[in-house]
C-alpha cells in the first residue's frame, strides 16, 4: 500500500467566511449554477469570493453543464459520452445574475463539449455579450477548452467582448498524455493560444500549469518558451492537489522556494505577469492582477 500523503503547512488554508461568500453561494443555488471554485475544493474560495475593501471579489463559473466529454486525470468533473443538452436560458441567466454579485472579475469556463458541433463556442459567445450588455464594467475571463483546434470556434470566443482569453496547457508537453485526456494535446493547445492572440491583436492571454505532477525544470522551461513563442501573456503556476482517491497521486509537493525560482525564470522570459506559488489557481486574484496593473 502506498504511504499516506501528508500536507504540507504551506498548503493549509482558512475555512470560508464572510457576507459575499454567503450571498454568492445562495443565489447560485437558487440559479443552479456552477462554479469551478466548489467543484474543485478550491482552497482559495474565501479570499476569492470574500472580496472586501482591499480585494477584487473573483469568481469562476461553469457554463454547460458538470459532465465532460473529457476524462482527465486530475479533475474532479464528472465524465459522460452524451452530456444533457445545453440549456437556452444560460447565457441570459449567467449574465443576469452575475452582472447583480457587484465582482469586479469574473471568469467564465466550461466542461469541454465535444458532443457539439461548435463545442460550445456561441453559447459562450452569447454569455459574453450579453454579460458585457449587463455590466459592462466587470472584467470577463474566459477559460475555454481547446475546441479540438476547431479555429473557427477559438476566434469566435476571442472576438466576443472579452478581456482575457485563457486556455489551460495543465502540463508540461512530455506528460501531457498522461495527465490529460488523449484527445487533448499540447500543441493543440499552444496553437489555440495563438490563434487567440492573432483572432484580435492586443488580446491579454493567458495558461496555467499544475507543478508536482513529476515535470523536471528542463520541462517546465520549455513549456514556458513555447508559450512565449505564442506570445501568451500571463502565466500561473500551481501546485496539483489530488481531488479524491480515485485520482492521479501527487508526485510531489513542490516547495515555496521552488516556485519562486520559476516566477523568475517566468518573467525573464517576457510575461507580462506571472503568479507562481503552491496556492496559485488559475483564477487566483486574477482580478487583482488586471485591475492594479493593466487598466490603471
Ligand atoms: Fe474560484 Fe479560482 Fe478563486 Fe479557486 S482561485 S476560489 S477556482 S476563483
Ligand atoms: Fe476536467 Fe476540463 Fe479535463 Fe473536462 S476537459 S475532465 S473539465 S480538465
Redesign the pocket.
Known sequence: RAPKQRLPEWLKTAIPVGKNYTQIKKNLRELKLHTVCEEAKCPNISDCWGGGEHQTATATIMLMGDE?T???R??S?K?SKAPKPLDIHEPENTAEAISRWGLDYVVLTS??RDDLADGGSAHFAETIMKLKQKAPKILVECLT?DFQGDMECVARVATSGLDVYAHNI?TVEALSAYV??PR?KFRQSIAVLAHAKKSKPGLMTKTSMMLGCGETEAEVIHAMDELRKAEVDVLTLGQYMRPTKKHMRVHEYVKPEVFERYQKLAEERGFKYVASGPLVRSSYKAGEFYISNILK
Do not use: S
Request: proline content about 0%; charged content about 35%.
Open positions: 465532460c473529457r476524462g482527465c486530475f479533475c468533473v465524465t466542461v469541454d477548452g495543465e490529460r485526456d487533448a
